[in-house]
């Protein structure tokens, strides 16, 4: 049987020796001096029953034991001021400061037990009782114990002090399972103080950080648009290597569904997750909003394994190294995320599933890989490309007659392909040549390479529209490339230590360009001229679209779309990478600069921006790092991202800044504007009395308040209280062509609340616009 929670048993097993010794000596302080009243032994002359007092004495079958009382029963032991106990009937009276403590730990307190050894039964009066792991505990007149489980009436629980605790739990009636740590109450009023905030008809608790069966801890929240929201998840885990979770959920103004989520882990250790989601929206919810999905669902997978050929099929080679890697995503509408949970944000409308299995060894590489892009910013997807299945194999870099001389090989054939659309099946060839040197005492690392490119493509479902025709007869659905360039390398690694600094400095300098290029087909010469021509003919978001009137596809074939990485260019790119380090390899300083110089660009060697990363520590607690891009070409700043984070204490800051420009060159001047300007920021500090936190996001460009929440919370040992305010940009997919995205206004207040060792709980009321 394996288990899905991993623990420390080297931790547990510390702390269990440390109770048992602590128990140990108080038996022993008690028992040094005392009378011994009563002894039985097991079959293998283990002490299975003690009786010992300062004073013992006796009449007929009772004995009665006082004055610094003990009993041990098996693992349990009793401390009390007096014991009387009938040998002939087992029946055990306790009473005055009893102690109980059961596996090494203290477990109860009372004032009056009637113990019946034979039947499993204690009549306990009055009744307390404490788990040593958790810190709960609970509290009544009178308690009844039959075998393992406890049964009390008008109980109070709490994971706080006894004295006045800050929250509690009052119960009618209740029962505490002590092997499987649960605690059952009927009728629950929990109390912050005095204040009663919550009520059950039942509730089930669990002390123990095991997997349990049962219900979970509820969510739940208020909406003015939706309803009452309630999600109730019901834990199934009837074995170690299974467990399962159902979330029945219903929102009283829109609908009702449900979550499904199973984790498996074999004998491997590999494991399987999977996930399904259904949620039904009334009429009349899904007529106000115009949405376009009535019934929402959808279901997930993952799975991921190492050396899989070895764990199930026997195969044992130790240069064999294998992998297999799931992880799919299906859902036909945004909220099929966002009904996780309460809370749930989503800010983006596409996902990509990925899968691959690969083989390798020293020397080469075998796989095969699939991606399923998911764009639900567009009304369906039936034209979102997809790269399923893709074959891979790579040769690794390795010499070739002697150590200088290098060569690796990579293979790659790709099938894309959607529903409605062109695809198409393409085979590519890599092989790069190379010789790499070090010269001057390996100061300077010289590298002279030689790439061969070959690539075939085919066109799949074609269409006589989709491509121009060259020779006005046919449309063309093949194409073959042949090309060839030559790459030189020139790069230094040096480092210098300055006492309490280390600098080190990295520099790379290649310069590539081609010799040789054949092509036919769609990836002939005039091609590229006569795609651009009729794609400018479209506004580019035209492009894509389906006429479902004459099933027409405005959509033309691209070779740059598949070629940018197989033609080679006359190009230069410069690196030049620092580093400085502190005491004890404490990283102070970054700058990592990168520029590309096209020669084979008609209008400017440098129309690409220059990259700068930069980061650095000045403060302890302090990082700020960011990007930068600059345009030679227009004298301006191309792209900006930066952000400063700080930690100290409990404070916790975060202020980040992100402008991208948008260039246009209409050949009389060069136009410059700013097409994402952004500013976000968050905070949130423990003053000690209370806690702050507060977070906001800006859209200069558009003078629009982003995303923003205000909150404040206070943290008291055993009890937490917060209070939100949220407001959020929520987008909802629609029915409207012209508007498949729309975005809503989300606000809502959320008071949350932590019951230590229980569970964390909130109510939501949310204000949707």
Same mark, same amino acid.
Not at 699 to 704: A, E, L, T, Y
């Given at each position: 049987?394996?288990?899905?929670?991993?623990?420390?048993?080297?931790?547990?097993?510390?702390?269990?020796?440390?109770?048992?010794?602590?128990?140990?000596?108080?038996?022993?302080?008690?028992?040094?001096?005392?009378?011994?009243?009563?002894?039985?032994?097991?079959?293998?002359?283990?002490?299975?029953?003690?009786?010992?007092?300062?004073?013992?004495?006796?009449?007929?079958?009772?004995?009665?034991?006082?004055?610094?009382?003990?009993?041990?029963?098996?693992?349990?032991?009793?401390?009390?001021?007096?014991?009387?106990?009938?040998?002939?009937?087992?029946?055990?009276?306790?009473?005055?400061?009893?102690?109980?403590?059961?596996?090494?730990?203290?477990?109860?307190?009372?004032?009056?037990?009637?113990?019946?050894?034979?039947?499993?039964?204690?009549?306990?009066?009055?009744?307390?009782?404490?788990?040593?792991?958790?810190?709960?505990?609970?509290?009544?007149?009178?308690?009844?114990?039959?075998?393992?489980?406890?049964?009390?009436?008008?109980?109070?629980?709490?994971?706080?002090?006894?004295?006045?605790?800050?929250?509690?739990?009052?119960?009618?009636?209740?029962?505490?399972?002590?092997?499987?740590?649960?605690?059952?109450?009927?009728?629950?009023?929990?109390?912050?103080?005095?204040?009663?905030?919550?009520?059950?008809?039942?509730?089930?608790?669990?002390?123990?950080?095991?997997?349990?069966?049962?219900?979970?801890?509820?969510?739940?929240?208020?909406?003015?648009?939706?309803?009452?929201?309630?999600?109730?998840?019901?834990?199934?885990?009837?074995?170690?290597?299974?467990?399962?979770?159902?979330?029945?959920?219903?929102?009283?103004?829109?609908?009702?569904?449900?979550?499904?989520?199973?984790?498996?882990?074999?004998?491997?250790?590999?494991?399987?997750?999977?996930?399904?989601?259904?949620?039904?929206?009334?009429?009349?919810?899904?007529?106000?909003?115009?949405?376009?999905?009535?019934?929402?669902?959808?279901?997930?997978?993952?799975?991921?394994?190492?050396?899989?050929?070895?764990?199930?099929?026997?195969?044992?080679?130790?240069?064999?190294?294998?992998?297999?890697?799931?992880?799919?995503?299906?859902?036909?509408?945004?909220?099929?995320?966002?009904?996780?949970? #309460?809370?749930?944000?989503?800010?983006?409308?596409?996902?990509?599933?990925?899968?691959?299995?690969?083989?390798?060894?020293?020397?080469?590489?075998?796989?095969?890989?699939?991606?399923?892009?998911?764009?639900?910013?567009?009304?369906?997807?039936?034209?979102?490309?997809?790269?399923?299945?893709?074959?891979?194999?790579?040769?690794?870099?390795?010499?070739?007659?002697?150590?200088?001389?290098?060569?690796?090989?990579?293979?790659?054939?790709?099938?894309?392909?959607?529903?409605?659309?062109?695809?198409?099946?393409?085979?590519?060839?890599?092989?790069?040549?190379?010789?790499?040197?070090?010269?001057?005492?390996?100061?300077?690392?010289?590298?002279?390479?030689?790439?061969?490119?070959?690539?075939?493509?085919?066109?799949?479902?074609?269409?006589?529209?989709?491509?121009?025709?060259?020779?006005?007869?046919?449309?063309?659905?093949?194409?073959?490339?042949?090309?060839?360039?030559?790459? #030189?390398?020139?790069?230094?690694?040096?480092?210098?230590?300055?006492?309490?600094?280390?600098?080190?400095?990295?520099?790379?300098?290649?310069?590539?360009?081609?010799?040789?290029?054949?092509?036919?087909?769609?990836?002939?010469?005039?091609?590229?001229?006569?795609?651009?021509?009729?794609?400018?003919?479209?506004?580019?978001?035209?492009?894509?679209?389906?006429?479902?009137?004459?099933?027409?596809?405005?959509?033309?074939?691209?070779?740059?779309?598949?070629?940018?990485?197989?033609?080679?260019?006359?190009?230069?790119?410069?690196?030049?990478?620092?580093?400085?380090?502190?005491?004890?390899?404490?990283?102070?300083?970054?700058?990592?600069?990168?520029?590309?110089?096209?020669?084979?660009?008609?209008?400017?060697?440098?129309?690409?921006?220059?990259?700068?990363?930069?980061?650095?520590?000045?403060?302890?607690?302090?990082?700020?790092?960011?990007?930068?891009?600059?345009?030679?070409?227009?004298?301006?700043?191309?792209?900006?991202?930066?952000?400063?984070?700080?930690?100290?204490?409990?404070?916790?800051?975060?202020?980040?800044?992100?402008?991208?420009?948008?260039?246009?060159?209409?050949?009389?001047?060069?136009?410059?504007?700013?097409?994402?300007?952004?500013?976000?920021?968050?905070?949130?500090?423990?003053?000690?009395?209370?806690?702050?936190?507060?977070?906001?996001?800006?859209?200069?460009?558009?003078?629009?308040?982003?995303?923003?929440?205000?909150?404040?919370?206070?943290?008291?040992?055993?009890?937490? #209280?917060?209070?939100?305010?949220?407001?959020?940009?929520?987008?909802?997919?629609?029915?409207?062509?012209?508007?498949?995205?729309?975005?809503?206004?989300?606000?809502?207040?959320?008071?949350?609340?932590?019951?230590?060792?229980?569970?964390?709980?909130?109510?939501?009321?949310?204000?949707?616009?």
């Amino acid at each position: 049987m394996i288990d899905l929670t991993k623990q420390s048993l080297f931790l547990c097993g510390s702390k269990k020796l440390f109770r048992v010794i602590i128990i140990f000596i108080i038996f022993a302080i008690f028992a040094y001096g005392s009378q011994t009243a009563v002894q039985k032994f097991d079959k293998n002359n283990n002490k299975i029953f003690e009786l010992l007092a300062d004073k013992v004495s006796g009449e007929g079958s009772v004995v009665v034991a006082s004055g610094n009382a003990v009993l041990l029963n098996y693992d349990v032991y009793i401390l009390a001021d007096r014991i009387s106990y009938d040998t002939k009937n087992r029946i055990a009276t306790i009473d005055g400061h009893i102690k109980i403590y059961k596996g090494g730990s203290f477990f109860a307190r009372a004032e009056h037990i009637v113990l019946k050894m034979n039947e499993k039964y204690e009549a306990i009066e009055p009744f307390y009782m404490q788990d040593s792991v958790s810190g709960m505990w609970i509290s009544s007149h009178i308690a009844q114990k039959n075998d393992k489980k406890y049964s009390f009436k008008n109980a109070t629980i709490s994971g706080c002090g006894i004295e006045n605790p800050i929250w509690h739990i009052d119960a009618t009636s209740g029962s505490y399972n002590s092997d499987g740590s649960y605690l059952s109450l009927w009728n629950p009023k929990i109390y912050i103080g005095d204040v009663p905030v919550l009520y059950f008809p039942y509730l089930f608790l669990s002390t123990s950080n095991k997997r349990t069966t049962g219900l979970l801890y509820p969510e739940f929240a208020a909406s003015n648009i939706e309803g009452f929201i309630y999600m109730q998840p019901f834990y199934l885990a009837l074995q170690d290597f299974w467990d399962m979770t159902f979330t029945p959920q219903i929102r009283t103004n829109r609908g009702y569904g449900g979550n499904f989520e199973a984790r498996f882990i074999d004998k491997e250790q590999d494991k399987f997750i999977f996930n399904t989601r259904f949620f039904h929206n009334n009429a009349f919810y899904y007529e106000k909003y115009n949405l376009r999905n009535r019934n929402i669902f959808g279901f997930e997978f993952s799975h991921s394994s190492r050396n899989p050929l070895k764990k199930y099929f026997g195969l044992h080679h130790a240069s064999i190294d294998n992998g297999l890697y799931l992880d799919f995503l299906y859902m036909n509408d945004l909220d099929y995320v966002r009904f996780e949970n #309460i809370n749930k944000i989503i800010t983006d409308g596409t996902h990509v599933s990925r899968g691959n299995y690969y083989i390798q060894t020293q020397d080469h590489y075998y796989g095969i890989n699939f991606k399923y892009f998911l764009n639900l910013n567009k009304i369906n997807n039936n034209m979102t490309f997809q790269s399923l299945p893709n074959l891979q194999y790579h040769k690794y870099l390795n010499s070739l007659f002697y150590k200088n001389l290098l060569y690796s090989i990579d293979y790659e054939l790709k099938n894309t392909t959607r529903d409605l659309g062109y695809g198409y099946i393409q085979n590519s060839l890599n092989v790069p040549i190379g010789l790499q040197f070090s010269l001057f005492k390996k100061y300077i690392s010289l590298g002279i390479w030689n790439n061969f490119y070959a690539s075939n493509l085919a066109i799949t479902n074609a269409s006589a529209n989709y491509i121009p025709d060259l020779d006005k007869k046919s449309t063309r659905k093949f194409g073959n490339l042949l090309s060839a360039g030559y790459s #030189i390398y020139l790069n230094t690694d040096l480092a210098k230590d300055y006492d309490k600094v280390f600098h080190t400095v990295q520099f790379e300098m290649a310069f590539s360009a081609p010799y040789f290029q054949l092509s036919n087909g769609l990836f002939d010469s005039q091609m590229y001229a006569l795609t651009s021509q009729a794609r400018n003919q479209y506004q580019r978001d035209d492009l894509d679209r389906y006429f479902i009137d004459n099933h027409y596809y405005n959509d033309i074939w691209d070779p740059l779309s598949v070629t940018s990485s197989m033609i080679f260019t006359k190009r230069m790119d410069l690196k030049l990478t620092q580093y400085f380090y502190g005491l004890g390899g404490k990283e102070l300083f970054y700058w990592k600069m990168s520029q590309i110089l096209n020669f084979d660009d008609p209008i400017s060697i440098a129309r690409i921006p220059m990259e700068n990363k930069i980061g650095f520590s000045p403060l302890e607690g302090l990082d700020i790092y960011g990007s930068i891009f600059y345009s030679f070409y227009y004298n301006s700043l191309d792209e900006i991202a930066l952000n400063a984070n700080y930690k100290h204490n409990y404070l916790l800051a975060n202020l980040s800044y992100y402008i991208k420009r948008k260039f246009n060159d209409n050949g009389i001047n060069k136009i410059i504007e700013n097409s994402a300007n952004y500013l976000k920021g968050a905070v949130s500090n423990d003053f000690g009395y209370f806690g702050l936190s507060a977070s906001v996001g800006y859209d200069i460009k558009n003078n629009v308040l982003l995303d923003w929440d205000v909150g404040i919370f206070k943290n008291i040992r055993c009890f937490g #209280i917060g209070l939100k305010f949220v407001n959020q940009r929520r987008p909802i997919l629609t029915n409207d062509p012209g508007n498949p995205l729309e975005v809503l206004k989300n606000t809502y207040i959320k008071l949350e609340l932590n019951f230590v060792p229980l569970t964390n709980t909130g109510l939501t009321y949310r204000v949707v616009k």
